[in-house]
């Protein structure tokens, strides 16, 4: 009798594991067809993979970055990304999910810590633009 229960509740967990997946892959289309934003993960990109695809990728981040990023991580800050008003970019949602996972009391709010996350990243880039524009280079 446990190892039905058991066996009914692993099938029950895989199922919501796949909705969840799809539900994401929905949404990495939507963004990049509606507002051209390229969602990508540890610099693989998403779009056209299919859900085996997709938990492949995630199950090799969580060995390469040993941190636990799961699907509903990436779900998560998936719709939040829909919310937040962006021009067309490309953003690496592995690498937010882990960003997430290394300060979790700043992504409790997870509006706030994609805003500042990508805002982080604006300054960088300003200022990295500025250190290349103003690189003056001396030919012997």
């Not at 963004?31 to 390229?38: G, P, R």
């Not at 970019?89 to 805003?115: M, Q, R, V, W």
Request: charged share 20%; net charge positive.
């Amino acid at each position: 009798m446990s190892t039905t229960v058991n066996f009914e509740e692993e099938v029950f967990q895989q199922a919501l594991l796949r909705r969840a997946t799809v539900e994401f892959i929905n949404i990495v289309n939507n963004l990049w067809y509606d507002k051209s934003i390229e969602l990508v993960f540890f610099r693989n990109p998403l779009i056209g993979k299919r859900a085996s695809e997709v938990m492949n990728l995630i199950n090799y981040a969580k060995e390469f970055v040993n941190k636990p990023i799961t699907i509903q991580d990436a779900l998560s800050i998936a719709k939040v990304i829909q919310q937040v008003d962006l021009p067309a970019s490309k953003l690496d949602i592995g690498k937010l999910a882990y960003e997430c996972h290394l300060n979790p009391k700043g992504c409790i709010d997870k509006i706030t810590f994609i805003k500042k996350q990508l805002l982080l990243m604006e300054k960088v880039l300003f200022y990295m633009s500025g250190m290349i524009t103003n690189t003056v280079i001396h030919i012997k």
